[in-house]
């Protein structure tokens, strides 16, 4: 059980990165270093951005659950 957690632990990790660097910089900082200033029009729709933080949230919430789970089943 501890493995198979571990393993969905890591793949949310992944995902959550991925996720977190699709988001559109709010200027300045290191998003403006990696292309982050530049205006696309693929990224501009809000209905797009909402969509999303609601998956990037959901995901955030489901990773911290299982960290905390995998942190109860490993004592």
Not at 15 to 23: K, P, R, T
Not at 38 to 49: A, D, I, P, Q, R
Not at 52 to 70: A, E, K, N, R, S
């Amino acid at each position: 059980m501890i493995l198979g957690l571990s393993i969905v632990v890591i793949a949310l990790s992944a995902l959550l990165i991925l996720l977190v660097l699709l988001h559109k910089g709010k200027g300045g900082g290191l998003s403006d270093l990696f292309g982050g200033g530049v205006t696309s029009s693929l990224g501009g729709s809000s209905v797009v951005e909402r969509n999303l933080d609601m998956l990037t949230i959901g995901v955030g919430i489901l990773w911290f659950l299982l960290v905390v789970w995998l942190g109860m089943a490993s004592v």
